[in-house]
Structure formats: C-alpha cells, structure tokens
C-alpha cells in the first residue's frame, strides 16, 4: 500500500525558508490523487496547509498561501513544500498525506519537525 | 481558534461509553461529511471515521460517528486504556476551500 515519508531540515532560521519533500512509496503520484501538507505546532492541533494534483494544480489555505509553493516531481515520486519568511509561529511538526475525497486523509506520513530559530 | 469546536477533554471509565462532540457550520459539517482522527503522542493522527460513520478497515466498531445538522459526535462503547489519545474532526469548508479541523479533544481513561 501508499506510505509516505517526510524529509528536510530540521532546524531553520527566522527569515528563512523552510523546504521539506514527502517520497510517495507503494505506488504512483501520478496516479488518481491529490497530495496534502498538514502541520501542527507543539501541542497544539492541526492546520492545513495546502495541496497539489499530480497535473501540478495547487489549492493553498488563504492563510499561507502568500509563503507557500507545493510543487511535484513526477521522475522522483515526491512532492515538496516550500514556506518562506518562516517564523517561530511555523514551529510545527509537518506531515504528508493522501486526501480521498473532502477531510478524509489516508495515509499519513510519520511527520517531521522543524523548528524555527537563530 | 479553530473553525471546528471541540471540548478540549473528555473522560470515562473502563467499559464506559464516551462521546465527543464537534460543532461547525453551514459551510462544513452542515454540507460535507465528517472525518474523525486518532492520534497518541508522538506519532501521526491516524483516520478513524471517515464519511461521517464509516469505519476503515481494522477500527473496531467500538467507534461510530453520526452528524445532525451543523454538529457531529464520536462514540465510543466499550472503552478501553488504549483508547487514551487526542481526537480530531475535520470536514471540508466552502469558506476556506479546504479541509478545517477541531482544536482536538483529550480523551483520558480513568
């Protein structure tokens, strides 16, 4: 079956640009399907960040959508999620996953933190 | 503030039966279906209930779900310690154009 795997750097300075890719396994990214950023800060819940088609068509939560690019790279099976002038406020831990339809995400990745700070 | 509400706890004892509820709007539960994520500390939120009160293959059906109107619940009978987690409801939002979730909800087994 789909899993999915998150990777980047963990640590990013306030001002910079957090860039992260989530490695599709199991099957195509090209196939059928939407693919989701999702994050959630310590302790806190969770917030939807945005999605993209395998086409390259992108949908970005009007809150983020002036920092964010996901992007696809079908020769690798990845997706990727820039965010740029990061913040404390983007402390977060940041999952991938596969939207079925609506809020129904299944899989999800293991989720990757990545802290912001100097 | 999220756009879903949710109590931030909940509590029951072994065997119990235990609700959680999840408040919205016209704009998302009131027009789309509901989705319920489990998730323990540490690890991923994982999908429980999707399409209101369906169950993915390997949920016990110790757990529904079930929507009226602009509002929406989990249960769960029988509870069990393993059951000790945080839980989510999301839904599709036309406002947003894109998927909202509850603040989460606590569930502790006494």
């Known amino acids: 079956q789909v899993q999915l795997q998150e990777s980047g750097p963990g640590l990013v300075k306030p001002s910079g640009t957090l860039s992260l890719t989530c490695a599709v396994s199991g099957g195509s990214i090209s196939s059928n399907n939407w693919w989701t950023w999702v994050r959630q800060p310590p302790g806190k819940g969770l917030e939807w960040i945005g999605e993209?088609?395998?086409?390259?068509?992108?949908n970005y939560n009007p809150s983020l959508k002036s920092r964010v690019t996901i992007s696809v790279d079908k020769s690798k099976n990845l997706f990727s999620l820039t965010l740029t002038s990061v913040t404390a406020a983007d402390t977060a831990v940041y999952y991938c996953?596969?939207?079925?339809?609506?809020?129904?995400?299944?899989?999800w990745g293991r989720g990757t933190l990545v802290t912001v700070s100097s | 503030q999220s756009v879903l509400t949710q109590p931030p706890s909940a509590s029951g004892t072994p065997g119990q039966r235990v609700t959680i509820s999840c408040s919205g709007s016209?704009?998302?539960?009131?027009?789309?279906?509901l989705n319920w994520y489990q998730q323990f500390p540490g690890t991923a939120p994982k999908l429980l209930i999707y399409s209101t009160n369906q169950r993915p293959s390997g949920v016990p059906d110790r757990f529904s779900g079930s929507k009226s109107g602009t509002s929406a619940s989990l249960a769960i009978s029988g509870l069990q310690s393993e059951d000790e987690a945080d839980y989510y409801c999301?839904?599709?939002?036309?406002?947003?154009?894109?998927?909202?979730f509850g603040g989460g909800t606590k569930l502790t087994v006494l």
């Open positions: 993209i088609y395998h086409s390259g068509t992108t």
């Open positions: 996953a596969r939207p079925q339809g609506g809020a129904r995400f299944d899989p």
């Open positions: 999301a839904a599709w939002d036309d406002s947003l154009n894109g998927p909202v």
């Open positions: 016209s704009s998302n539960i009131g027009s789309y279906t």
